[in-house]
């Protein structure tokens, strides 16, 4: 999907706003003209460190050095509750706050974890998505992810399956929305569940868990000195570092599934803020340093504007409840 959706309607919709201005004797029109009137922030819901830092700081870093942004950007880190802490903190700022999301502002509210949704901030923009995988111990007889899939049809108890850091995160919900879709009684599978990728991997290593789901950013390491095997993508292109890595569309199983992060604003913000990142983010996307920071993480280019983050949410949480429901995770 790399590059597959470029649209810059906000271009257009900045430009109008331009002239707008122009035109206009109105003293708020020209103050909204001029967003972002003072210094910006951008959330990370997170510790510094974390994929949700990572992105906020690479954002920060090519809006800068590119010249993209002239007003002053400062990360803030508000770790806490699965991004609970960043989010509350958003939802009562202006337009000159935005944050780093991901598909927890999704899960958290279907779980019964918090009571924010999406739909209580501004879509802004998808950014990129690094992809899951499903992996094995090196020594494994489980040669592909179609043996695997067979097995837990017959015996949906028969393999531990290693999963992190809680049930209904995406490595838990992209294992469950295939094995579902292969006839596998999904509400039998044996989870055991770690607190982290690298907990997982060691306990694949160990012989203590016979697979596990993982993003290829934790596996793919292991993988290539044949530590574990990969059986599995999520992607819908090959993996650069080894090509003779299987997606599931290889196999013959139409699906993937992204492990996207995106950025929201405060509610309510004004059409000619929406306008200013659309044209903003359009651009950084587009930079070398941006192209940079996707090599450096392993993670694909996913760019959407603010109308199309806000089609795909909905899209994602209505197959989000799907999931939990068929997972025994929700009623």
């Known amino acids: 999907m790399k590059g597959h959706m470029k649209i810059f309607s906000g271009i257009m919709l900045s430009a109008a706003l331009v002239l707008g201005g122009c035109s206009s004797g109105d003293s708020s029109a020209d103050s909204e003209a ?3 009137t003072k210094n910006l922030e951008i959330v990370a819901p997170a510790t510094p460190g974390g994929g949700w830092d990572t992105t ?19 990360v803030v880190n508000k770790p806490g509750g699965g991004g609970e802490v960043g989010w509350q ?17 999704i899960a958290n509210n279907l779980l019964g974890q918090s009571e924010l949704t999406y739909e209580d901030f ?15 111990p090196g020594d494994s007889e489980i040669e592909d992810g179609i043996a695997m899939l067979d097995q837990l049809k017959e015996d949906p108890k028969s393999l531990k399956i290693g ?9 838990h919900l992209s294992f469950v929305r295939v094995a579902e879709d292969y006839g596998v009684d999904v509400s039998q599978l044996d989870y055991m569940i770690y607190e982290s990728g690298g907990d997982i991997l ?11 789901t993982l ?16 059986i599995a993508t999520t992607a819908d292109a090959p993996i650069p570092e080894d090509e003779s890595i299987q997606s599931w569309q290889d196999q013959g199983i139409d699906f993937t599934f992204p492990h996207w992060r995106g950025i929201m604003g405060p509610p309510d913000m004004t059409e000619e803020e929406i306008a200013y990142w659309d044209e903003t983010f359009g651009k950084m996307v587009e930079t070398e340093g941006w192209q940079q920071v996707l090599e450096n993480n392993s993670w694909e280019d996913y760019y959407m504007d603010s109308a199309e983050t806000s089609a795909f949410l909905e899209e ?16």
Do not use: C, F
């Open 316 to 331: 994602q949480s209505a197959m989000y409840e799907d999931l939990m429901q068929k997972a025994g995770l929700t009623e």
């Open 202 to 212: 060691t306990a694949l290593m160990g012989g203590h868990i016979d697979v596990a």
């Open 122 to 136: 501004t879509p802004l923009a998808i950014l990129a998505t690094e992809w899951m995988t499903v992996a094995v």
């Open 89 to 105: 903190y958003l939802k009562g700022k202006d337009g000159h706050t935005i944050s780093i999301n991901s598909s927890l502002v």
């Open 56 to 74: 906020a700081r690479a954002m920060q870093n090519v809006l800068d050095s590119e010249g993209l942004v002239e007003s002053n950007m400062n």
């Open 163 to 171: 999963v992190g850091p809680a049930l209904g995160n995406n490595d």
């Open 34 to 36: 001029a967003y972002p």
């Open 215 to 230: 993003s290829l950013s934790e596996s793919l390491d292991q993988h290539l000195d044949g530590s574990i095997n990969i």
